[in-house]
Every structure is written in C-alpha cells, then in structure tokens.
C-alpha cells in the first residue's frame, strides 16, 4: 500500500487487455464512504473523444515508471459501455446501467466499502433479480447520491470553524483499496503559509455551488499543523504526527 497524489495519475495511458483505450482525466468519489467508485477515461480518436467510467472492481496495476494504468478489460468491453457527460452529475440511473452491463451488483446495495461488489475481478455475485434490482434502480431518484468530481472539488475554498484558510490542491489516495486518505490545501494565497494534510473524517460539509469545503479545524489548527511538500515521506510516522496534532484516532490499527 501506498499513499499517492491524484495529480499524479492524470494524462496516464490506460491500457485495457487488448491495447490501449485512452487516458485518466479525473475521479469520482464517494464522499459518504470516501473512496473511488470510477475513473474517468478519456478514449480520444479511438471514440472520437467518448468518455466512460471504469470502475475500481476493474483496476489493475498501475505503471509508475510507464505512466500506464491497466484494467481488466477488453477494448471491445469498454467501446460498448454506457458513456457519461462529466458535465452532468452521475445519477443512480447511470449507475445502475454500467452496473447492468457489466452483470455486477450494485455497491450501494451492501453496508461496507464495497458490498456486495468485492474489489477484484471475478468477486462479485450476479446483479440482483427483478424486482430487486428495479427497487434499487428506483432507490436513485429518491436517494442522496454521495458522488463528487476530483476536478470539480479541486480548487474549492476550505472554510474553518473562524474563517477562510486554503484551498483544495489535490487528493491523497491509498492505492490499495483507493480510499482518500487525505485532502492536500494549499493556504500560501491567505498568508505567507504552506501546504497542508487534513483527512476527510474533519469534513462536514462540501457545497460545490460556493466551491466550499468546511472543515470541523481552526485556523490556527491548519496553520501550525506539520507541512507537506513534495520531498514529504507519506509514511505511518508523519501520519501519526499529523493526528496527534489534531488530536484526533488515527484511521489504522497500529
């Protein structure tokens, strides 16, 4: 397991079984359980400029040296899948048809990260019967959908207990279960400052309308927390220095 930048993963090719399919443009993320549920691929004259979801049960291993992100999957699995207009939210209708097409139940179906879907080709159940499975469909309309854009979150101002502090510059993710671990801010246009680490479990809010993140920290709190930069080792060691800045139990077991 390691703890990587989104940032890092944009542009990189991403190669299906068969040959490459395009590129990594952005995330979605839950933001009740905050973990990816899709990377967006941008397929480029392939498509002619078609953009689909692939979901995390699909990742394969990531090259770091080649700049490619493989999947488990075909060229001609991905051409027939469902597209999406990054413009537009993602809607339980949307999910539930790439879901359909892929013969995978639904992840908001079960009580954890991932149930039913386990990460993992191979792992998952068959979709639900009818009507169960137009139960859940219909769930959608009615449901609060948790799922947010890297990109759009990105920039997005952090609004203190006491005010204004920073900006959202990138996300930190665990590329092992591809939970966000971290949110990166940037407080350097507020006051002479540097950049810093916060975790999603001190997020209370996030209204997309006002490019707002409120976070349950101080001023002074992010300000005198343990900086980031780019030569910062995201070992267990700065992770617990963090927490124990902010007072807060840390997300692992030791």
């Not at 499975?133 to 609060?144: M, T, V």
């Amino acid at each position: 397991m390691m703890l990587r930048r989104v940032e890092s993963l944009r542009r990189f090719s991403i190669g299906a079984n068969d040959g490459e399919i395009g590129k990594v443009v952005e995330f979605f993320f839950d933001d009740d359980k905050w973990t990816i549920r899709y990377l967006v691929a941008d397929t480029g004259g392939w498509l002619s400029g078609r953009k689909v979801l692939i979901s995390p049960i699909f990742f394969g291993t990531v090259d770091w040296e080649s700049n490619v992100f493989r999947v488990n999957l075909t060229r001609q699995q991905i051409e027939n899948s469902p597209s999406i207009d990054t413009d537009k939210p993602v809607s339980r209708q949307h999910e539930s048809s790439f879901y359909d097409y892929y013969n995978y139940p639904y992840y908001w179906a079960g009580a954890g990260l991932w149930d039913p879907v386990a990460v993992g080709p191979g792992a998952a159940t068959p979709v639900p019967p009818e009507p169960e499975a137009a139960a859940l469909r219909q769930q959608s309309d009615s449901a609060d959908i948790h799922l947010r854009s890297t990109k759009d979150i990105t920039g997005s101002y952090i609004e203190t207990t006491d005010g204004d502090l920073g900006h959202v510059q990138d996300f930190i993710i665990d590329d092992q279960n591809w939970m966000i671990r971290y949110l990166l801010i940037d407080t350097t246009n507020w006051w002479p400052g540097k950049k810093v680490l916060i975790s999603p479990e001190w997020v209370k809010d996030m209204v997309e309308t006002d490019s707002r993140v409120y976070v349950d920290l101080t001023q002074e709190q992010i300000k005198t927390s343990p900086e980031y930069d780019d030569e910062t080792v995201l070992d267990r060691d700065y992770e617990a220095r963090l927490y124990r800045h902010y007072g807060r139990s840390q997300y692992w077991r030791d």
